[in-house]
């Protein structure tokens, strides 16, 4: 792996109106903008949203993420993930695009299946099916049309004409910075053999028993494998999330307590599933550990998922905390810095 390492935060943008510092969906979106604002004058590197329907968090990403790339000149800007499910693949291509074009080619597009929803059949509410097929067709509509691939028959006097039309308008490089949410090895090796980079989470669909980091790490090697087969040209991105909270004082430990978890194996999305610790103590503590994760040390990205509804001071504080007495420890250094 040549690509430079980097960190980012990854943010849920919840709300509650009666708890902590983000009471509305208002709230929500502003500090999320103010965040990405912090976290760039700190030299890190992304700026990444989570995206969930029908609940109290961050739902519609590419508003934000123009908001985000007009309020920022370097930082990388992007999602993890959005549900394929629930989108149009060719107006997709289009905001997409637009938010690329106003953020000056920053966007860092996370895409995939998804994850579980609180509604019963929400993306048959929003008008789509729900199945896995139906998601990696449009993920490769969607890919085609960032491409510059004609994707309708010109209209000719009434009728169909032999010319195909692009979407527009057109972001260029975007095509390369699509990435995969992959919450398995299989899937991995389909990201690979189509070309988009790697986004693994803190979680994975399966366990073999073996530490996630680990498993996770297979994962990873699987998905370069697979890449090297297909004979892309291009070096992959690899991103891995970890939840990171520095215990640097007395609200932190009421809020966190002080002593790293351990992983922890579920039933999810009708799969039995391995989910990764977070690393949770003294900075030092941290360090220590993450610098000995095995898929922390495969990937070239970090992003970092952040407590949202503790505010735009915190989450800066604690960006700032990983930033000058954690990440160092993996071999990362702020973007201003980086030859």
């Known amino acids: 792996m040549t690509q430079r390492k980097r960190i980012g935060f990854l943010s849920f943008g919840a709300w509650h109106p009666g708890g902590g510092l983000t009471h509305t969906g208002g709230d929500a979106l502003r500090q999320t903008v103010e965040l990405a604002v912090a976290a760039e004058e700190l030299g890190i590197d992304g700026a990444f949203v989570r995206v969930h329907h029908f609940a109290r968090q961050l739902a519609s990403p590419f508003p934000l993420l123009a908001a985000i790339g007009v309020s920022t000149s370097r930082i990388e800007i992007g999602t993890g ?5 629930y989108e149009n693949p060719l107006y997709m291509a289009e905001e997409a695009a637009a938010a690329d074009l106003l953020a000056g080619g920053r966007l860092q597009l996370g895409v995939s299946r998804g994850s579980p929803e609180p509604a019963w059949r929400g993306a048959e509410a929003f008008g789509y099916g729900v199945d896995q097929a139906e998601s990696r067709e449009k993920t490769a509509l969607f890919r085609a049309a960032i491409s510059g691939a004609g994707v309708v028959h010109a209209d000719v006097g009434g009728r169909p004409g032999n010319a195909l039309l692009p979407v527009q308008p057109q972001s260029p490089g975007l095509a390369d910075r699509i990435w995969w949410g992959s919450g398995s090895r299989e899937t ?13 989470s803190t979680l994975l669909l399966e366990d073999t028993k073996v530490p996630f980091d680990e498993l996770q790490a297979e994962q990873i090697a699987l998905f370069r494998e697979a ?6 040209v291009r070096e992959p991105r690899v991103s891995v999330s970890r939840s990171v909270i520095p215990v640097t004082s007395d609200l932190d430990r009421r809020l966190f307590g002080d002593d790293a978890n351990e ?29 000995g994760d095995a898929a922390v040390r495969a990937a070239d990205t970090l992003l970092l998922t952040v407590p949202s509804q503790l505010g735009v001071d915190y989450n800066a504080r604690m960006l700032e905390t990983i930033a000058q007495e954690i990440t160092p420890a993996i071999g990362w250094q702020p973007a201003f810095d980086a030859v």
């Open 263 to 291: 992983d922890q194996v579920g039933w999810l999305d009708g799969a039995v599933s391995r989910f990764g610790r977070s690393y949770t103590g003294e900075p030092d503590r941290i360090a220590e550990a993450l610098a």
């Open 188 to 200: 991995a090796v389909w990201a690979g053999e189509q070309g988009m980079n790697l986004m693994s």
């Open 227 to 232: 890449w090297a087969n297909a004979g892309h």
């Open 81 to 85: 993930v959005i549900d394929m499910r």
